[in-house]
């Protein structure tokens, strides 16, 4: 079992910054690889990024290449989403989740994750 707990989203002007973390309970947090999806009203959750358990992998949806970055920090429990150059399409409630599958095909999946954080919503304000 890993709990995910979001934190960090808010209201920001367009061209603006935020980092969200996602702190995780457990001891196997390093096993598991990470993702960031988001979902805005009336749309269907879409993939944002991912990292593997190692950190040496990143995945990144395309929307967002360029301004996002996904990292991890294992002795922390957490992984970060930096998320630069916002822009009111990137409006969103975003969720992370874990994964503890090896094969990074599933990793841009919402079927490739077994454990979802609560969300932490974002704004971008034009």
């Known amino acids: 079992q890993v709990l995910l707990v979001e934190s960090g989203g808010g209201l920001v002007q367009a061209g603006g910054s935020l980092r969200l973390s996602c702190a995780a309970s457990g001891r196997t947090f390093s096993t598991y690889a990470m993702g960031w999806f988001r979902q805005a009203p009336g749309k269907e959750r879409e993939f944002v990024a991912a990292?593997?358990?190692?950190?040496?992998?990143?995945y990144y949806g395309d929307s967002v290449k360029g301004r996002f970055t996904i990292s991890r920090d294992n002795a922390k429990n957490t992984v970060y989403l930096q998320m630069n150059s916002l822009k009111p399409e990137d409006t969103a409630v975003y969720y992370c989740a874990a994964s503890s599958l090896r094969v990074s095909y599933y990793y841009t999946t919402l079927e490739g994750y077994r454990y979802w954080g609560q969300g932490t919503q974002v704004t971008v304000s034009s």
């Open positions: 990292i593997s358990w190692s950190g040496g992998s990143t």
